[in-house]
């Protein structure tokens, strides 16, 4: 995420990635409590436009910087340590299946451009119906496509909060602890902790 600060500077918005992106994450989540079910993308879209009107932008150029800012997405790049974990997984016989708040299209092209996307058996998004992660039912829905039981299945992830709705919907979990601090003590404790999917690879395959 961290690439896309320079996109949101070149349109006048300069520091502003985290406050942005939890902006979508809270509202994409209120959204979802109260039945309605807009893409990512529409969130993130609206909220942008009213950070840059808010920043004196206006017409089409509102609209240029929209486009500028959501374009990133497309190429942001894997941490080095995510490619050899995933090849590793792999080959040790992991089924590896994202499941995203996001488009499976716009995740996809990354996982194309890094060179990982054969490695997966599928994709799943929340855009195949139903609320936003963490709500029990995309954790539900996951499973009932890849024909598992939770306690057969661990989700792998860098945010509390969806660990959480995992851990409460069954699943064991694993966090990838990016330099993010201690763990929340507000959430129930992780199974695994992990400095990176390299790092995950290596305490599963030798468990």
């Known amino acids: 995420m961290t690439s896309l ?3 949101l500077s070149a349109v006048g918005l300069d520091g502003q990635l985290e406050a942005w992106f939890a902006s979508v994450l809270r509202d994409g989540f209120a959204l979802s409590l109260v039945g309605r079910g807009p893409s990512m993308k529409e969130v993130a879209a609206a909220l942008l436009r009213q950070r840059l009107t808010a920043a004196g932008r206006s017409g089409t150029d509102v609209d240029d910087g929209v486009q500028h800012v959501l374009e990133g997405f497309a190429t942001l790049p894997l941490h080095p340590d995510v490619v050899p974990g995933l090849q590793r997984l792999h080959e040790a016989g992991v089924r590896l299946v994202p499941l995203t708040n996001g ?3 716009l995740s996809d092209q990354m996982f194309e451009q890094a060179g990982v996307l054969p490695l997966f058996e599928r994709r799943l998004s929340v855009e ?5 992660k963490p709500h029990p039912a995309p ?18 992830a860098v945010h509390p909060w969806d660990l959480q709705g995992a851990h409460s919907a069954g699943l064991r979990t694993a966090w990838i602890r990016r330099g993010a601090g201690e763990w ?3 959430f129930d404790q992780p199974d695994l902790t992990a400095s990176g999917i390299d790092d ?5 395959t030798l468990r």
């Open 103 to 105: 488009a499976t299209a």
């Open 200 to 204: 995950l690879a290596t305490q599963l």
């Open 139 to 156: 954790y539900a829905h996951a499973l009932a496509e890849c024909g598992v039981g939770a306690a057969e299945a661990m989700l792998v």
């Open 5 to 7: 600060a320079g996109r």
């Open 128 to 132: 195949d119906g139903g609320p936003w």
């Open 184 to 186: 929340p003590a507000c």
